[in-house]
């Protein structure tokens, strides 16, 4: 790692042998032997921060090479990639914060050139909206609110078989409509409060959606948390 004032820049390399798992395996429902060869991964990654006054802003590039790259396919097989797996993402982090208010954002933009076999969303983004607030000159309370986005993808399956995740191509993940959270927190003494409400747009435009395969996220939700400090 490479730091130059606000700017960062990354290499890295490592060269190993596959796990003992996807070389071989023998049992009464899935077997194999294989010789795959030490996989390799490639990484270059530069980021620069940029601050004036309240406002800060953070581009970041990052970019995959993987050689031998192995997965399970549909079928529960370890298969090793027929080519080189190239990956790239663009990463935007913005924040401003100011007396009473603050904001963040993070959208990160990613591609493969072997989308078929290495599933990720394009677009990925968080979004955080807080306001402080000073009630009856003692309180300082806190509310805000959490965006989550992910395009539609879909990712891999989970199997028990396995104990680990395959290739499938029958359902999608995520529903391509944001998810939203809100929240408040504050402190009376030295217990501190929050109160939130998950998925607060369920039904807007969706009931639900699934984060892997067959799992459903949680539904609209209402928590309660406490911090309460017994001993200094």
């Known amino acids: 790692k490479l730091r130059l004032k606000g700017l960062d820049l990354g290499f890295k390399f490592i060269r190993k042998p596959p796990s003992l798992f996807s070389q071989s395996f023998q049992s009464d429902v899935a077997s194999w032997n ?3 060869q030490n996989i390799t991964y490639t990484e270059a990654s530069a980021k620069y921060l940029f601050k004036v006054n309240k406002f800060w802003f953070e581009p970041r590039a990052r970019i995959n090479l993987v050689s031998n790259y192995i997965y399970f396919n549909e079928n529960l097989k370890p298969t090793v990639l027929d080519g080189d797996l190239f990956n790239v993402d663009l990463a935007i982090k913005i924040g401003l914060k100011l007396k009473n208010f603050k904001a963040s954002n993070h959208l990160i933009l990613a591609s493969s ?6 599933r990720l969303p394009n677009v990925i983004n ?3 909206l807080e306001f402080h607030l000073f009630y009856a000159r003692v309180l300082h309370l806190y ?3 959490d965006v989550y986005y992910r395009s ?3 990712a891999d399956a989970y199997s ?3 104990r680990g995740f395959h290739i499938q191509n029958t359902q999608e993940l995520w ?6 959270d809100i929240y408040t927190k504050f402190m009376i003494k030295r217990v501190k409060l929050a109160f939130t409400y998950n998925f607060i747009n369920q039904g807007l435009p969706y009931q639900g959606f699934y984060t892997t395969p067959n799992y459903l996220a949680m539904a609209r939700t209402f928590y309660l948390k406490v911090n309460w400090p017994l001993f200094d």
Do not use: H, R
């Open 126 to 128: 968080n979004t955080n």
């Open 34 to 36: 294989n010789s795959f």
């Open 113 to 118: 050139n072997q989308s078929d076999i290495y």
């Open 175 to 180: 529903g391509g409509a944001p998810v939203v």
């Open 152 to 154: 539609k993808f879909k």
């Open 143 to 145: 509310v805000g609110t």
């Open 160 to 162: 028990p078989i396995l």
